[in-house]
Protein backbone atom coordinates (compact mmCIF):
# COMPACT_ATOMS: atom_id res chain seq x y z
CA UNK A 1 0.00 0.00 0.00
CA UNK A 2 1.47 3.60 -0.85
CA UNK A 3 0.73 6.45 0.88
CA UNK A 4 2.74 8.94 -0.50
CA UNK A 5 -0.13 10.39 -2.89
CA UNK A 6 -1.22 13.94 -2.48
CA UNK A 7 -4.50 13.03 -2.92
CA UNK A 8 -4.53 10.67 0.57
CA UNK A 9 -6.12 12.23 3.34
CA UNK A 10 -3.43 10.60 5.47
CA UNK A 11 -0.95 12.76 3.80
CA UNK A 12 0.41 15.31 5.03
CA UNK A 13 2.79 18.17 3.02
CA UNK A 14 6.44 19.32 5.11
CA UNK A 15 7.18 22.99 4.15
CA UNK A 16 10.56 23.48 6.31
CA UNK A 17 9.68 27.02 7.96
CA UNK A 18 9.43 28.64 11.24
CA UNK A 19 5.39 29.28 12.74
CA UNK A 20 6.74 32.88 13.84
CA UNK A 21 7.50 33.98 10.00
CA UNK A 22 3.39 34.49 10.06
CA UNK A 23 2.43 37.13 12.21
CA UNK A 24 0.24 35.71 14.65
CA UNK A 25 1.62 32.18 14.57
CA UNK A 26 3.01 32.58 17.79
CA UNK A 27 -0.07 30.26 19.01
CA UNK A 28 -1.52 30.94 22.76
CA UNK A 29 -3.48 28.24 24.53
CA UNK A 30 -7.09 29.04 24.65
CA UNK A 31 -9.72 28.01 27.40
CA UNK A 32 -13.03 27.51 26.96
CA UNK A 33 -15.72 27.06 29.40
CA UNK A 34 -19.36 27.52 30.30
CA UNK A 35 -20.04 29.77 28.82
CA UNK A 36 -17.08 30.04 26.69
CA UNK A 37 -14.13 32.32 27.50
CA UNK A 38 -11.33 33.30 25.58
CA UNK A 39 -9.24 34.39 27.59
CA UNK A 40 -5.53 33.59 26.80
CA UNK A 41 -3.50 31.01 29.25
CA UNK A 42 -0.09 29.71 29.33
CA UNK A 43 0.46 26.01 30.18
CA UNK A 44 1.24 26.53 33.63
CA UNK A 45 -2.13 27.76 34.55
CA UNK A 46 -3.70 25.37 33.52
CA UNK A 47 -3.53 22.93 36.53
CA UNK A 48 -5.75 25.73 37.63
CA UNK A 49 -8.52 25.38 35.77
CA UNK A 50 -11.84 24.59 37.17
CA UNK A 51 -13.40 20.92 36.29
CA UNK A 52 -15.52 21.79 33.68
CA UNK A 53 -13.35 23.73 31.78
CA UNK A 54 -11.72 22.41 28.61
CA UNK A 55 -8.34 23.63 28.34
CA UNK A 56 -6.70 24.25 24.93
CA UNK A 57 -2.78 24.33 24.42
CA UNK A 58 -0.29 23.64 21.35
CA UNK A 59 0.67 19.57 20.88
CA UNK A 60 3.90 18.90 22.72
CA UNK A 61 5.90 15.39 22.16
CA UNK A 62 4.81 13.61 25.62
CA UNK A 63 1.30 14.05 24.30
CA UNK A 64 2.34 11.40 21.40
CA UNK A 65 0.62 8.77 22.71
CA UNK A 66 -2.57 9.65 24.05
CA UNK A 67 -3.27 11.40 20.98
CA UNK A 68 -2.66 8.83 18.93
CA UNK A 69 -4.88 6.54 21.06
CA UNK A 70 -7.78 9.21 20.92
CA UNK A 71 -7.34 8.97 17.23
CA UNK A 72 -7.16 5.46 16.86
CA UNK A 73 -9.99 4.79 18.79
CA UNK A 74 -11.96 7.50 17.17
CA UNK A 75 -11.35 5.99 13.49
CA UNK A 76 -11.90 2.49 15.28
CA UNK A 77 -15.86 3.72 16.04
CA UNK A 78 -16.07 4.50 12.16
CA UNK A 79 -16.09 0.43 11.55
CA UNK A 80 -19.51 -0.24 12.92
CA UNK A 81 -21.08 3.14 11.68
CA UNK A 82 -20.05 2.42 8.64
CA UNK A 83 -20.82 -1.23 7.86
CA UNK A 84 -24.41 -0.51 9.75
CA UNK A 85 -25.36 2.74 10.24
CA UNK A 86 -23.85 3.62 6.50
CA UNK A 87 -25.79 0.96 5.17
CA UNK A 88 -29.68 3.57 6.16
CA UNK A 89 -27.89 6.18 3.74
CA UNK A 90 -27.40 3.52 0.65
CA UNK A 91 -30.89 2.93 -0.83
CA UNK A 92 -29.30 1.01 -3.76
CA UNK A 93 -27.54 -1.37 -1.41
CA UNK A 94 -30.37 -2.11 0.42
CA UNK A 95 -32.37 -2.66 -2.57
CA UNK A 96 -29.34 -4.89 -4.04
CA UNK A 97 -29.25 -7.14 -0.61
CA UNK A 98 -33.15 -7.39 -0.53
CA UNK A 99 -32.89 -8.85 -4.88
CA UNK A 100 -29.96 -10.97 -3.44
CA UNK A 101 -32.11 -12.57 -0.46
CA UNK A 102 -34.69 -13.23 -3.04
CA UNK A 103 -32.39 -15.30 -5.49
CA UNK A 104 -31.36 -17.43 -3.20
CA UNK A 105 -34.62 -18.37 -1.96
CA UNK A 106 -35.41 -18.98 -5.79
CA UNK A 107 -31.81 -21.20 -6.33
CA UNK A 108 -31.81 -22.74 -2.73
CA UNK A 109 -35.56 -23.43 -2.00
CA UNK A 110 -34.11 -23.41 1.32
CA UNK A 111 -36.04 -21.25 3.89
CA UNK A 112 -33.35 -21.53 6.18
CA UNK A 113 -30.53 -20.44 3.62
CA UNK A 114 -32.55 -17.19 2.57
CA UNK A 115 -32.85 -16.10 6.14
CA UNK A 116 -29.53 -16.32 6.74
CA UNK A 117 -28.64 -14.21 3.66
CA UNK A 118 -28.85 -10.86 5.37
CA UNK A 119 -26.57 -12.09 7.88
CA UNK A 120 -24.02 -13.03 5.92
CA UNK A 121 -24.38 -9.90 3.85
CA UNK A 122 -24.05 -7.62 7.14
CA UNK A 123 -21.47 -9.99 7.91
CA UNK A 124 -19.51 -8.89 4.79
CA UNK A 125 -20.14 -5.47 4.78
CA UNK A 126 -18.10 -5.69 9.00
CA UNK A 127 -15.42 -7.57 7.59
CA UNK A 128 -14.75 -5.10 4.40
CA UNK A 129 -15.13 -1.88 6.61
CA UNK A 130 -12.78 -3.56 8.96
CA UNK A 131 -10.03 -4.19 6.20
CA UNK A 132 -10.73 -0.96 4.79
CA UNK A 133 -10.75 1.13 7.67
CA UNK A 134 -7.89 -0.17 9.22
CA UNK A 135 -5.45 0.15 5.97
CA UNK A 136 -6.66 3.90 6.56
CA UNK A 137 -5.55 3.63 9.75
CA UNK A 138 -2.35 2.09 9.40
CA UNK A 139 -1.32 4.86 6.61
CA UNK A 140 -2.17 7.71 8.45
CA UNK A 141 0.00 6.54 12.05
CA UNK A 142 2.60 5.76 9.58
CA UNK A 143 2.46 9.28 8.33
CA UNK A 144 1.27 12.43 10.31
CA UNK A 145 0.39 10.87 12.87
CA UNK A 146 3.58 9.23 13.52
CA UNK A 147 5.77 12.38 13.54
CA UNK A 148 3.22 15.43 14.92
CA UNK A 149 5.61 18.01 15.27
CA UNK A 150 7.41 17.32 11.44
CA UNK A 151 4.03 17.70 10.22
CA UNK A 152 2.13 20.48 11.90
CA UNK A 153 4.14 22.09 14.37
CA UNK A 154 7.03 23.08 12.35
CA UNK A 155 5.39 23.89 8.93
CA UNK A 156 4.53 27.40 8.21
CA UNK A 157 0.92 27.84 8.78
CA UNK A 158 -0.20 24.29 10.24
CA UNK A 159 -0.54 23.87 13.82
CA UNK A 160 -2.27 20.63 16.44
CA UNK A 161 -3.93 21.63 19.68
CA UNK A 162 -4.47 19.01 22.31
CA UNK A 163 -7.78 19.56 24.53
CA UNK A 164 -7.26 18.70 28.24
CA UNK A 165 -10.03 18.10 31.36
CA UNK A 166 -8.81 17.39 34.85
CA UNK A 167 -5.08 17.62 32.91
CA UNK A 168 -6.00 14.46 30.57
CA UNK A 169 -5.62 14.71 26.91
CA UNK A 170 -9.34 14.40 25.86
CA UNK A 171 -9.26 16.01 22.26
CA UNK A 172 -7.28 16.64 19.34
CA UNK A 173 -7.21 18.52 16.20
CA UNK A 174 -4.78 20.16 13.84
CA UNK A 175 -4.98 22.47 10.88
CA UNK A 176 -3.04 22.53 7.58
CA UNK A 177 -2.41 25.43 5.67
CA UNK A 178 -2.70 25.41 1.74
CA UNK A 179 -1.07 28.37 0.25
CA UNK A 180 -2.78 27.33 -3.37
CA UNK A 181 -6.02 28.39 -2.07
CA UNK A 182 -5.35 30.28 0.87
CA UNK A 183 -7.76 28.22 3.03
CA UNK A 184 -6.72 26.31 5.90
CA UNK A 185 -7.87 22.37 6.16
CA UNK A 186 -9.49 21.25 9.63
CA UNK A 187 -8.38 17.72 10.19
CA UNK A 188 -7.90 14.86 12.81
CA UNK A 189 -10.59 16.48 15.17
CA UNK A 190 -11.31 13.41 17.27
CA UNK A 191 -12.93 13.77 21.39
CA UNK A 192 -12.56 10.44 24.06
CA UNK A 193 -15.29 8.50 23.86
CA UNK A 194 -16.00 8.99 27.57
CA UNK A 195 -15.92 12.92 27.65
CA UNK A 196 -17.90 13.71 24.79
CA UNK A 197 -21.07 15.79 25.09
CA UNK A 198 -18.96 18.53 26.75
CA UNK A 199 -18.75 20.99 23.81
CA UNK A 200 -14.97 19.75 23.60
CA UNK A 201 -15.00 19.46 19.91
CA UNK A 202 -17.40 22.57 19.02
CA UNK A 203 -14.19 24.48 21.47
CA UNK A 204 -11.50 22.62 19.09
CA UNK A 205 -12.85 23.90 15.74
CA UNK A 206 -13.34 27.40 17.45
CA UNK A 207 -9.36 27.09 17.72
CA UNK A 208 -8.58 26.49 13.93
CA UNK A 209 -11.07 29.02 13.44
CA UNK A 210 -9.34 31.49 15.16
CA UNK A 211 -5.98 30.47 14.12
CA UNK A 212 -7.29 30.78 10.16
CA UNK A 213 -8.46 34.40 11.22
CA UNK A 214 -4.90 35.57 12.82
CA UNK A 215 -2.83 34.10 9.78
CA UNK A 216 -5.30 35.73 6.97
CA UNK A 217 -6.40 33.27 5.19
CA UNK A 218 -9.88 33.46 3.64
CA UNK A 219 -11.57 29.94 4.15
CA UNK A 220 -11.32 27.20 6.30
CA UNK A 221 -12.24 23.94 4.80
CA UNK A 222 -12.24 20.18 5.66
CA UNK A 223 -13.85 16.38 4.29
CA UNK A 224 -15.59 14.00 6.03
CA UNK A 225 -17.32 10.34 5.70
CA UNK A 226 -19.01 10.37 9.45
CA UNK A 227 -21.73 8.31 9.28
CA UNK A 228 -22.98 10.27 12.64
CA UNK A 229 -25.24 12.86 11.78
CA UNK A 230 -24.34 14.92 15.44
CA UNK A 231 -20.82 15.25 13.15
CA UNK A 232 -22.14 16.84 10.64
CA UNK A 233 -24.51 19.40 12.91
CA UNK A 234 -21.26 20.05 15.07
CA UNK A 235 -19.73 21.68 11.22
CA UNK A 236 -22.89 23.29 10.77
CA UNK A 237 -22.92 25.06 14.45
CA UNK A 238 -19.39 26.38 13.68
CA UNK A 239 -20.66 27.94 10.51
CA UNK A 240 -19.41 25.80 7.88
CA UNK A 241 -21.87 25.01 4.81
CA UNK A 242 -21.95 21.81 2.86
CA UNK A 243 -20.16 22.34 -0.50
CA UNK A 244 -20.30 19.01 -1.81
CA UNK A 245 -20.80 15.45 -1.67
CA UNK A 246 -19.29 11.90 -3.44
CA UNK A 247 -20.93 8.62 -3.54
CA UNK A 248 -17.53 7.48 -4.61
CA UNK A 249 -15.18 8.68 -2.73
CA UNK A 250 -11.81 6.41 -2.43
CA UNK A 251 -9.87 5.65 1.14
CA UNK A 252 -5.78 5.07 1.09
CA UNK A 253 -6.07 1.04 1.15
CA UNK A 254 -8.85 0.56 -1.17
CA UNK A 255 -8.89 -1.99 -3.70
CA UNK A 256 -12.25 -0.92 -5.76
CA UNK A 257 -12.64 -4.99 -6.34
CA UNK A 258 -16.05 -5.93 -7.26
CA UNK A 259 -16.64 -7.95 -3.67
CA UNK A 260 -15.16 -4.31 -1.71
CA UNK A 261 -17.71 -2.22 -3.93
CA UNK A 262 -20.89 -4.41 -2.84
CA UNK A 263 -20.10 -4.68 0.67
CA UNK A 264 -18.18 -1.27 1.38
CA UNK A 265 -19.51 2.79 0.76
CA UNK A 266 -18.77 5.45 2.26
CA UNK A 267 -20.33 9.13 1.59
CA UNK A 268 -17.82 11.91 1.63
CA UNK A 269 -19.03 15.53 2.53
CA UNK A 270 -17.13 18.16 1.65
CA UNK A 271 -17.29 21.70 4.20
CA UNK A 272 -16.30 25.27 3.62
CA UNK A 273 -16.57 27.90 6.39
CA UNK A 274 -15.82 31.49 4.56
CA UNK A 275 -13.72 33.80 6.42
CA UNK A 276 -13.11 36.92 3.83
CA UNK A 277 -13.73 37.32 0.43
CA UNK A 278 -10.56 37.80 -1.55
Known sequence: MHCSSPKMVCETKIVADEHDAIPGTKKESIMWSSPPSSAAVNAAEARDVGKDAVFIREFERGDQEEVRRIFYEGIMERIPNTAFRGLRQQPKTQFLYA??????????????????????????????????????????????????????????????????LDGRVVGIVAAKGREDDNTVELRRMSVDSHYRGKGIAKALGRRVLEFALRNNYAAVVLGTTAVKLAAHKLYESLGF?????????????????????????????????????E
Open 99 to 164: LLTVMCFYVTKSVTLTCCAPLFLVGARYYYSRTVIQSYLDCALNTDMADIEAYYMTPTGSCFWVAL
Open 241 to 277: RRTGQSEDYRLPGMSRSPLERLFFQIRYSRYRLQLRE
